[in-house]
């Protein structure tokens, strides 16, 4: 579907519910995406296929999740979403999540992510895309830095991760910051 110089984005499909399984049941994965949420994870095999048959569902106008496969062995390695696009506020609110470890912090997230906005601001053309992660997330907060989103504010203490509390730190990106970038 879509394609950078590490990863592609592809599709949703029912066999990825497998890699979702293992990702949501893995506490590094569930603690550095979902900053310990236990809605996120552990979670049992049907309740990751519950949410794929909504996923499967959805509109590309309500939502989309997309699988990132590495582009050198084609892997599964995570997903990238798109959600609450709204056409008359012009926004919608982005995420990624990279589950197979061995490729953190080696751009995989990023690109996907860069993947993800040239999508929507291309097809959709809303005004701004929004995200959060949580402030213990040191490499997700530098990631959307290069990516050009810029920190629009910190809801305080609002994570609990083993036992710590956090800052909810939240990252906006405008079309026309985006258009400056390329």
């Known amino acids: 579907m879509f394609e950078g110089k590490l990863v592609r984005l592809r599709a949703l499909r029912a066999e990825d519910a497998e890699h ?3 990702w949501r049941n893995d506490p590094e994965v569930v603690r550095l995406a979902a900053a310990g949420d ?3 994870g552990p979670v049992t095999a049907e309740a990751v296929g519950l949410g794929f048959d909504t996923m499967l569902r959805l509109t ?3 939502s989309a999740v997309f699988t990132v496969e590495d582009l050198t ?5 995570g997903m990238a ?3 609450d696009l709204d056409p008359y506020g012009g926004s919608a609110t982005l995420g990624v999540t990279i589950g197979e470890r ?3 912090g080696r751009g995989h997230g990023s690109e996907a992510l860069a ?3 040239d999508h929507l601001f291309g097809t959709y053309g809303p005004h701004r895309l929004e995200l959060d992660t949580w402030s213990g997330n040191e490499r997700a907060v530098r990631a959307f830095t290069r990516l050009g989103f810029r920190e629009e504010g910190r809801r305080r203490s609002a994570v609990l991760v083993a ?4 800052d909810r730190v939240l990252f906006g990106l405008l079309r026309e910051e985006w258009a400056r970038r390329a």
Do not use: K, M, Q, T
Request: charged content about 35%; proline content about 7%.
């Open 20 to 22: 979702h399984l293992r």
């Open 38 to 40: 236990p809605c996120f």
């Open 60 to 62: 590309p106008r309500e």
């Open 73 to 77: 062995d084609g892997r599964v390695i």
């Open 81 to 83: 979403d798109y959600r």
């Open 102 to 104: 061995e490729y953190w």
């Open 115 to 117: 993947l993800v906005v």
């Open 163 to 166: 036992g710590e509390r956090y």
